[in-house]
Nanobody, 120 residues
Framework: QVQLVESGGGLVQPGGSLRLSCAAS????????MGWYRQAPGKERELVAT???????NYGGSVKGRFTISRDNAKNTVNLQMNSLKPEDTAVYYC??????????????WGQGTQVTVSS
């Protein structure tokens, strides 16, 4: 099994910055894509950013230019640096990982989510 644990969420003022981290643990042979999704109350879960093992990135249109995703393959962690935060960024942020076991089984794993609130 794969466990994803997020950290770094909290309350921040508009225009401020916040850094989220996610650590993967468990039975992992390799991790391909890692990323972040978010879900606000009453809305669908949406893509924030993803990053491949080769550091190819993909960003949601609403965060591009403000957020930066990065990863440390040796530590099986993914980070999300969020700058110029807006109230619209308020949501529960979920860590995501696509991994493969030693038996060749593909798994899609999700963290429990961490709350990010942008408010004055």
């Amino acid at each position: 099994q794969v466990q994803l644990v997020e950290s770094g969420g909290g309350l921040v003022q508009p225009g401020g910055s916040l850094r989220l981290s996610c650590a993967a643990s468990g039975s992992i042979f390799s991790i391909n894509t890692m990323g972040w999704y978010r879900q606000a109350p009453g809305k669908e879960r949406e893509l924030v950013a993803t990053i491949s093992r080769g550091d190819s990135t993909n960003y949601g249109g609403s965060v591009k230019g403000r957020f930066t995703i990065s990863r440390d393959n040796a530590k099986n962690t993914v980070n999300l640096q969020m700058n110029s935060l807006k109230p619209e960024d308020t949501a529960v942020y979920y860590c995501y990982a696509n991994s493969m076991s030693g038996l060749g089984l593909v798994r899609n794993s999700w963290g429990q989510g961490t709350q990010v609130t942008v408010s004055s």
